[in-house]
């Protein structure tokens, strides 16, 4: 039987000087959208981020480079409105393009 309100104690760890903690394990979100796969639905991804807030991941990674037109960032925010945001730490990349071969680049 599983115990929907239970939250496992993920050990967690600080960034930097000004006070941020996080889970020590993150959800890096790439592959949710298709970056590395084929993509999940967002009713489908949502549920993995849940599960893994769940089993006590608080820091989620996205960039708006996972999938088409910042699918995955969409993905997550769905996702975000479902969980006490205040317990959720977010880290996103921008300013990547995507170049001919599977190459990227920063924009300079």
Do not use: W
Not at 87 to 96: D, M, N, R, S, W
């Amino acid at each position: 039987m599983e115990d929907s309100g239970h939250i496992i104690q993920m050990p967690r760890v600080k960034l930097g000087s000004q006070g941020l903690e996080v889970s020590r394990l993150g959800l890096g979100c790439a592959g949710l959208s298709g970056y590395y796969n084929d993509p999940l639905s967002h009713e489908a991804g949502c549920s993995v981020i849940r599960e893994a807030f769940r089993n006590g991941v608080t820091f989620f990674d996205t960039s708006d480079i996972y999938g088409e037109n910042h699918d995955n960032e969409i993905l997550l925010s769905k996702a975000l409105k479902e969980l006490p945001r205040a317990k959720v730490q977010l880290a996103t990349k921008f300013g990547i393009m995507s170049l001919e071969g599977g190459k990227h680049a920063v924009f300079p």
